[in-house]
Nanobody
Framework: QEPLVESGGGSVQVGGSLRLSCVASGSTYCMGWFRQIPGKEREGVARITSRGTTDYHDSVKGRFTISQDSAKNTLYLQMNSLKPEDTAMYYC?????????????????WGQGTQVTVSS
């Protein structure tokens, strides 16, 4: 199993920014960020392929940016203009298969999560 270590979560006020990082042990085809609040299913936020193609959940388009540093095997999520509804535990995940989507079930490897809290 590929270990993933997230960092960068915290508490910010509405309109603030945070950058999440996720260090993987190696390269992979697809990496993604997901979030989950208690009682709800894990939701795909953004994903990126090794070729750099990206996709985002509609609710974060224009505010969040996913990127990667292949040399460091590190995935990032820059989150700007944060809203209270962005409050959740954020997880990074990897998928070495041939399909890269925002569907959590396609990702077999997960980090431990980092909490993001946005207060008004």
């Amino acid at each position: 199993q590929e270990p993933l270590v997230e960092s960068g979560g915290g508490s910010v006020q509405v309109g603030g920014s945070l950058r999440l990082s996720c260090v993987a042990s190696g390269s992979t085809y697809c990496m993604g960020w997901f979030r989950q609040i208690p009682g709800k299913e894990r939701e795909g936020v953004a994903r990126i392929t090794s070729r750099g193609t990206t996709d985002y959940h509609d609710s974060v388009k224009g505010r969040f940016t996913i990127s990667q540093d292949s040399a460091k095997n590190t995935l990032y999520l820059q989150m700007n203009s944060l809203k209270p509804e962005d409050t959740a535990m954020y997880y990074c995940a990897t998928n070495s298969g041939t399909v890269c989507s925002l569907w959590a079930a396609q990702f077999p490897f997960w980090g431990q999560g980092t909490q993001v809290t946005v207060s008004s």
